[in-house]
């Protein structure tokens, strides 16, 4: 496990002297190069400019700065570092986490940490940050922004887990039917590779993300997308239900060829 993260160096924005320390501990077991400690939120630009991590985990709210302030002054000062952003909060708070994600945060994390998962996080959303430099293709860019803006309608929170799995689930469906006839055999697998986990974990997070959606989505959209597939005695769909819909209505609603 060590190998896979010694080449990563990351800085951590901490006010918490003795959580500073605990997490500069577990990164330096999994091998991960801990360049600094950052604990004011007024030095933290500086610090991450000067430093150049490929990771950086901070608190919600820092000393003289939130997390959404570091982040908009890092884009304000033209901050170009393919690093991946952590934001650590205390509670779940989805506002917070929306804005997070909209300023450039890449991961909303709540307590307690699993080192073993926001590692493996950070070397997947790290590696598509370096491989998507090029221009994106339009049609590509507004298939994910749809899909984007389904799940957030039907009401998954895209700080956990199952977010990613859910839309990347949706988009290799879209691109080859045949993954939903062989949703455990093909598609679990294959979205665990692609974000360096278990086939079983993504299995397990994408039915927790159903869950949450099922507990804070519009009623209206929901009855609306899976009403009539979803058995009364379930009360929710199966995983493989809602991946099926989400992705035969983006298919309807944009058209595309089955």
């Known amino acids: 496990m060590k190998e896979m993260y010694e080449k990563m160096t990351i800085v951590l924005l901490q006010s918490d002297e003795e959580a500073a320390r605990l997490n500069r501990e577990r990164f330096a077991a999994l091998g991960m190069e801990v360049l600094g400690v950052c604990r004011s939120g007024t030095d933290a630009v500086r610090v991450i400019t000067e430093l150049q991590p490929d990771a950086v985990l901070m608190e919600s709210f820092l000393p003289g700065r939130s997390s ?20 650590v909060s205390q509670v779940s708070n989805d506002r917070l986490a929306q ?88 598609l679990y697998p294959t979205v665990a590779k692609n974000n360096n986990t278990t086939a079983s974990r993504v299995e397990r997070a994408i039915r927790h993300a159903i869950e949450v959606a099922w507990g804070r989505g519009d009623i209206d959209v929901l009855n609306a997308i899976f009403g009539f597939t979803v058995k009364s005695s379930k009360g929710k769909p199966t995983n493989g239900e809602f991946i099926s819909m989400l992705t035969e209505r983006i298919r309807l609603d944009l058209k595309m060829a089955g």
Do not use: C, W
């Open 68 to 87: 959404y302030d570091v982040l908009e002054e890092l884009r304000q000062v033209g901050y170009r570092r393919n690093t991946v952003f952590a934001v």
């Open 99 to 186: 804005q997070v994600m909209d300023a450039g945060g890449d991961l909303f994390l709540i307590p307690p940490l699993d080192y073993h998962f926001i590692a493996e996080r950070f070397k997947a959303v790290l590696e598509k940050k370096k491989t998507g430099n090029e221009p994106r293709d339009d049609d590509r860019y507004e298939l994910e922004r749809y899909v984007a803006e389904l799940m957030h309608e039907v009401g998954v929170p895209a700080h956990i887990r199952g977010y990613d799995y859910i839309r990347d689930s949706i988009l290799l469906s879209l691109e080859d039917k045949n993954m939903l006839k062989a949703i455990t055999k093909d």
